[in-house]
């Protein structure tokens, strides 16, 4: 790369920061403006900083040469400009262009839209018909920059959060030094013990004990107090996590056609960044949820005398020093416990019986269970049944809890207990089969010696007592996989047993011996090792040594698994054997090799085709276990196909997945009627919930 | 005198001429100019060698902890100024007879914008300069999982492996959940 291209592309990089904190002011203000509850004198500042904030990005996306963010801010300029004269808000219409205006200079800055683009052209037709709205100015007045508003200079440097990180494990690595100074010290001691005779020898080794003890001591304190202060860097408040939630609890609400108020309390309480990032696609999650089965329709909400306006508020309380819980109430529905539990009959997790002598605790636990979902439709934003299984594993996974407490008719609080720091994680270090392993000790429920006595035989399962409970007893290496090794003959009278806790159930793991309890830190196992069975990440201990982190809630399905599979080693393991076939119909190119790659690399044989017309013709000839097509397609579009599929006996029955960029409640709903079994939208595609979906279908 | 000056002339334009000739490069003197660098290193009895464009370092292996739940390939994972770093095996994935573990081995890392990894090696032997024109496609014997990783090979026998491919290929990526794969 040339000096000048690497210069030019460094430049973007500095854009694209300032572009994003430019955008993010005039989107805070826009979305204060469409409130319109604050006063008039409010009123007319935030419309100042809107105009000064599109004046200034609009000379930056010159400097960079980006003309569409350039004319899309000079419009928007004119536009707040007229506001500050005419001393008023701009026109209720115009805030769903503005939006949009504010979401292309977004897709422009990252280059995902090309330059001369039709969308642009519209917005800014529109922005320009905005009532009110003088014709565009060449170029309008000079203004004092954005950044010299009232505020004083703030004392911040700015630094990339990758730069940060890697300082932060520059002043990790020292713990070691720390760790051997201290082993250092113990070892003269220890030697000068043993001298207890040779005079001179022993005073020289007194001394140097002495220094090292304090020289180790002195090291700690300073390591330990970089490591706090630099842990203290990473930390942001948590504002900084909720800014893209106003806009988007105002855009679920409208597509669901309901009216929600988005309340929040405590967004100053910091938090580490990484533990921030992990818990941002969880609370996404949960707050849809609230939108879409949670608050009511406003027609519905009347009826029950409730307000029109539905309230989904979050309250941010730091807790016991080192967590922070998050609230997030609505003030809707509550869950349908009745529905739950016949969805949950209906997938076979349990019986009739069950679910009627089920107390209404344990029947609001199965809104976790994989699988279940009281939407008729699979859509991507919620009723997946799957979202708050990955929810609450990701924020399991950070250290995290999840619960929930619902009241039938008045709303429903969802509860997230997260650390504040990844390093404040406690881990019971574990061996087996000669492995070292770590358990997280928030799901270890108690630790003691199993005799041989005390294991009985349920079902021809091994299972021990526990508090009047019969537990399963399993071995921890046979659930991993581990190699046996030539002295484990199994003669043993007693031997050690870890019992986990997840989600109310208990299974007790046999292990070889238990070494301790630590703080550890959390680290991710690398980009190649994306996700891991029964692994949830790893860590160093002092001696260097790393040891990978169990993951309980793993560990509980795999043993499940085990049992489910045991008994007729030829079930449905058979079924996966004969390769399932997948009739792929889309017309991008790209996106038709992206189908196909994931599909294939989960094991799926794949066909494609690039139109309806065509994917019909294979299906005709060919045999398919599940179609998977897009909407937007030439020639004949993919209801049209879902519609010929359904009509043909021969494929009548055969599932379908469409995936597509149009993500509203019509097409949705346009899905259904045309014989969809899901619809996942493209915005929120990831190859997780594609095979999820797929595999649930087939 | 005048003839004199018309040799000059004529010596003028012999000596041009030659300028010309001398200045332009000759083509395949260095095989079409392009080389690329490679770092050459033993798996077993064979020689690879991989673009160091795309290796972020190397050194000896450091202690491997080894993992459960991940298919052979993936031989443990290792601590790199305190990051995880996990280590693949080659061998595992060209179907090379399995060798133990020795001091002699390193890790090469490879990086890419979107993935991670380290190699394991028996050996390092070297960096080297080859043309991109001398590397053949490779040779049609090979299984298809092996042609897969491998650019090609040099004239010398060298075996290039594609590290681009290696890293970008979605295969290597590990991503189950329980049930996922059983």
């Known amino acids: 790369m040339s000096r000048e291209s690497e210069f030019l592309s460094r430049l973007k990089e500095t854009f694209k920061g300032e572009a994003e904190e430019h955008r993010t002011v005039m989107l805070t203000g826009l979305l204060e ?123 911040t440097v700015r630094i990339s ?21 201290a082993r250092c010290a113990a070892d003269l001691r220890e030697l000068q013990a043993l001298t207890a005779k040779a005079g001179s020898f022993k005073q020289k080794l007194e001394s140097m ?19 706090t202060e630099i842990r203290t860097a990473l930390m942001l408040p948590f504002s900084t996590l909720l800014e893209l939630f106003p806009r988007m609890v105002r855009d679920l609400a409208a597509e669901e056609g309901k009216e929600v108020t988005w309340e929040v309390r405590g967004e100053d309480a910091h938090i580490d960044r990484r533990v921030m990032e992990e818990i941002k696609d969880p609370l996404i999650h949960i707050v849809r949820n609230s939108i879409s089965h949670g608050i009511e329709t406003p027609g519905e909400r009347e009826k029950r005398g409730k307000p029109r306006t539905g309230t989904v508020s979050l309250q941010v309380e730091r807790v016991d020093n080192d967590k922070v819980e998050l609230t997030l109430s609505d ?44 939407s008729p439709m699979i859509t991507d934003i919620s009723g997946r ?49 000669g492995q070292t392993f770590v358990i997280p000790t928030a799901n270890v429920d108690q630790v003691f010696r199993v005799d041989r006595s005390m294991v009985v035989l349920v079902e021809n399962r091994q299972s021990i007592p526990i508090g009047g409970q019969a537990v399963s007893l399993v071995n921890l290496g046979d659930v991993l996989g581990l190699k046996t090794v030539p002295q484990e003959a199994g003669g043993e009278e007693s031997w050690p047993v870890i019992v986990l806790l997840v989600l109310g159930t208990r299974i007790a793991f046999g292990i070889d011996e238990v070494l301790g309890e630590q703080e550890v830190l959390v ?72 189908l196909k790659s994931i599909l294939e690399s989960a094991g799926f044989q794949v066909t494609t085709a690039v139109d309806g017309v065509e994917a019909f013709a294979s299906l005709r000839v060919d045999e398919f276990d599940l179609l998977v097509s897009d909407i937007d397609m030439p020639r004949m579009n993919g209801f049209a196909l879902c519609e010929k599929v359904r009509g043909f006996a021969k494929t009548a029955d055969l599932p379908i997945v469409l995936v597509t960029s149009l993500g509203s409640r019509e097409d949705r709903e346009k899905g259904i009627d045309a014989g969809a079994n899901a619809y996942i939208a493209k915005s929120s595609f990831d190859r997780s919930n594609l095979l999820e979906v797929v595999k649930r279908l087939i | 005198m005048g003839s004199g000056v018309s040799i000059d002339d004529q010596e003028r334009k012999i000596l041009k001429e030659r300028a010309r000739t001398l200045a332009v490069v000759p083509p395949t003197a260095l095989g079409d100019g392009e080389l690329i660098r490679a770092l050459r290193f033993s798996l077993g009895a064979e020689t690879y060698a991989v673009e160091s464009k795309h290796i972020r370092e190397v050194f000896p ?94 004239a010398e026998g060298l075996v290039l492996l594609d590290a681009g491919k290696l890293l970008s290929d979605r295969k290597l990526v590990i991503d189950e959940t329980v049930g996922s794969t059983a």
């Open chain 1, 33 to 155: 403006l469409e409130k319109g509850e604050s006063g008039e004198q409010r009123d007319s500042a935030v419309i100042e900083s809107i105009f000064r904030e599109a004046h200034s990005l609009k000379g930056a996306a010159r400097a960079v040469d980006i003309t569409g963010i350039e004319r899309l801010c000079q419009s928007m300029e004119a536009i707040f400009s007229a506001c500050k004269q005419q001393q008023k808000r701009p026109e209720k219409k115009l805030f769903n262009v503005l939006y949009r205006a504010l979401d292309l200079m977004a897709e422009l800055t990252n280059g995902t839209v090309p330059a001369p683009d039709k969308e642009l052209e519209d917005v800014l037709k529109l922005l320009h018909a905005g009532p009110g709205t003088p014709p565009i100015v060449e170029d309008t007045p000079t203004v004092a920059p954005s950044r010299s508003a009232p505020v004083a200079m703030s004392e």
């Open chain 1, 161 to 181: 959060a990758a730069r940060l990180g890697s300082i932060f494990l520059r002043a990790e690595e020292l713990l070691s030094v720390k760790q051997a100074m």
């Open chain 1, 209 to 227: 004990a002495t220094v090292a003890a304090l020289e180790s001591l002195h090291a700690g304190e300073r390591v330990d107090s970089l490591l």
């Open chain 1, 331 to 374: 003030d809707g529905a509550g869950v349908d416990l009745v529905q739950v539990k016949t969805a949950a009959v209906a997938k076979g997790f349990l019986t009739d019986l069950d679910a009627a002598a089920l107390n209404d605790r344990d029947a609001l636990r199965l809104i976790y269970l994989s699988g279940l979902s009281t």
């Open chain 1, 385 to 433: 049944g799957l979202g708050l299984v990955i929810a609450r594993e990701k924020i399991e996974a950070v250290g995290g809890q999840l619960s929930v407490e619902s009241k039938p008719g008045t709303g429903t609080i969802f509860r997230i207990q997260i650390p504040l720091s990844l390093a404040t994680f406690r881990g019971v270090l574990v061996r087996s089969r």
């Open chain 1, 523 to 594: 680290k991710t196992l690398g980009k190649q090792l994306a996700r891991l069975r029964n692994i949830s990440g790893a860590t160093v201990l002092a001696a260097g040594d790393v040891v990978p982190i169990l993951n309980p809630s793993d560990l509980l399905k795999s043993v499940s698994l085990a049992a489910a599979s045991a008994p007729g080693e030829d079930g449905p393991e058979s079924k996966e054997a004969t390769t399932r076939k997948i009739l792929v119909a889309e017309d991008s190119v790209t996106s038709r090799m992206l």
């Open chain 2, 61 to 154: 292996l450091p202690p491997l902890t080894p993992l459960p739940c991940v298919p052979p390939f993936v031989r443990g994972i290792i601590n790199v100024r305190g990051r995880i770093v996990s280590i693949i095996d080659l061998k595992s994935i060209l179907g090379l007879p399995d060798t133990e573990l020795s001091p002699s081995c390193s890790v090469i890392i490879l990086q890419s914008k979107g993935n991670e990894f380290g190699l394991l090696a028996d050996e390092i032997s070297g960096l080297s300069a080859i043309p991109i024109s001398s590397i053949q496609p490779s040779l049609p014997t090979l299984t298809e999982v092996r042609a897969e990783f491998l650019w090609g090979v040099t």
